[in-house]
């Protein structure tokens, strides 16, 4: 819609200013129109645009989070500097080869996204913990349990002290959880880096003077390693979403 307003705009004023024998006015209003309408149909253009405009909110993203998370920041700077390279060597090859791997690009481009978002998910996660201290929740753990063995079977003080003991218990257990979800995203981004630079020379060794087998064989194999990269970020998206909130786990 937004790229349709400039060309009904124009068009518009272009037609009311003919109307009214302003001729000047109404051919500037047609050259916009023209201009408008190129860029409307212009559907290669319009994607590439997006596509790089999604590069760079990726990589406004990962330098966020690199800000945020020290720890992180030379891992999100090279994330940004892979995906860079990755779309330069798409633009490296023949003009031919774009539409054969438009989508896979863009799919990759996603997927940094989503590893800005794990990567996020990560720094919160591993910023709760530091602030935790689970060996006192252990030890009151163990005074708890201590309490309910003098306390006699079936009274309110006893059930009282049952609930509190199976929240600790439950609290533990979901520092425990983010702990799984630090490893998991860990491994995760670790092989996104990887496949992120395999990918980018795998996309330099393209050549147009290839024979056809070797030219269809090469394009198949990056790509199922693109779906393979897909299912992989989407089957940890989903492992992790089931983390508890650091925001929801506090201290009873």
Known sequence: MLRLAPLGAFSGLGVFAFA???????GVC???????????????????RELHKRSREN????????REDKIAAPQ?????????????????????????LE????????EVESAAKLARRRAALRSHLDRVDR????????SLE?????????????????SALSGRRGELDGYEDM???ISLVNAQLEGAESLLGSLRGDLLTLDASMNPYALDSGLMRLKERVALFKKSFDDVSYAVESIPDPEQVTLR
């Not at 009214?20 to 109404?26: S, T, V």
């Not at 999100?76 to 054969?100: C, F, I, K, V």
């Not at 063995?149 to 006893?158: I, N, P, T, Y």
């Open 20 to 26: 009214d024998a302003a001729y000047f006015l109404a």
């Open 30 to 48: 047609g050259l916009g129109a023209t201009f408008a309408g190129k860029r409307l149909l212009d559907r290669e253009g319009n994607a590439r």
């Open 59 to 66: 990589a406004y993203e990962l330098k966020r989070v690199a």
């Open 76 to 100: 999100m700077t090279r994330l940004a500097e892979l995906q860079n390279g990755l779309l330069e060597s798409w633009e490296l090859l023949p003009d031919d080869y774009h539409p054969m």
């Open 103 to 110: 989508d896979d690009i863009h799919t990759i481009v996603e």
């Open 135 to 142: 060996k006192e929740i252990a030890r009151r753990i163990e």
């Open 146 to 162: 201590r309490d309910i063995h003098d306390l006699e079977e079936g009274s309110a003080l006893r059930t009282t002290f049952e």
């Open 179 to 181: 702990l799984n979800g």
